[in-house]
């Protein structure tokens, strides 16, 4: 029986248009703008109303994000990769696979992607490469994620790689007053086995 690498282990993955790798010191001021921007704050679930999206807030202040992304190569329980397009080397946002399970082979799945880094493809490459290393290196067994409902495009991309719906967290997260479902999706090993992130194109090749 194989022995799954150690999540100790900080891999460099390469795609067509993005690798993801371990983080460095250039990558710091990159996160800190994305994690800034209103958008992908209340996608993230970040803050509760507008208003806050827009604050300037204490919490991304810049020594405090570096000291945050210079260890994640020293976490033995979770492993965090920046992704990197191919085409211009800039860091476009982050992969991470944390909460894990090792009596179960179980982890969570998550992904931030900047402004620059939307509508290219880049989410949909990033997600494939490290659901792959997690089931073929780690030998996880189940993968996990959350996506509220105010996010479909979001939910597409981990369909299009093979996740499926599983249930919902009903009014886990409120914005601007109204309450949001959180979707629970989730992938296992013989399923990627199966299509290798490609669900639809096993489907057409059956029929």
């Known amino acids: 029986m194989p022995q799954p690498v150690s999540f100790a282990s900080k891999p460099n993955l390469t795609g067509p248009t993005v690798s993801l790798r371990p983080f460095t010191a250039a990558d710091v001021d990159a996160m800190r703008a994305m994690l800034r921007d209103p958008h992908v704050r209340r996608l993230t679930g970040s803050v509760h109303d507008e208003a806050a999206a827009l604050e300037a807030e204490d919490s991304f202040e810049l020594d405090r994000l570096r000291q945050w992304y210079l260890t994640r190569s020293d976490q033995s329980d979770r492993l965090d990769l920046a992704i990197i397009d191919a085409a211009t080397g800039e860091c476009v946002g982050e992969v991470v696979l944390n909460q894990w399970d090792p009596g179960n082979q179980s982890c ?10 939307q509508d290219r493809g880049f989410g949909t490459e990033a997600t494939r490469l490290i659901v792959g290393y997690g089931f073929e290196s780690l030998l996880l067994h189940r993968i996990s994620l959350e996506v509220y409902a105010f996010n479909p495009r979001a939910r597409h991309v981990y369909e299009k790689v093979g996740f499926r719906a599983e249930g919902t967290r009903r ?3 409120r914005y601007e007053g109204t309450w949001i479902d959180a979707i629970l999706m989730s992938m296992l090993a013989p399923e990627w086995a199966t299509h290798r992130g490609h669900p639809n194109s096993c489907r057409h090749t059956e029929h």
């Open 108 to 117: 969570n799945f998550r992904i931030l992607l900047g402004p620059a880094g």
């Open 171 to 173: 009014d886990a997260f």
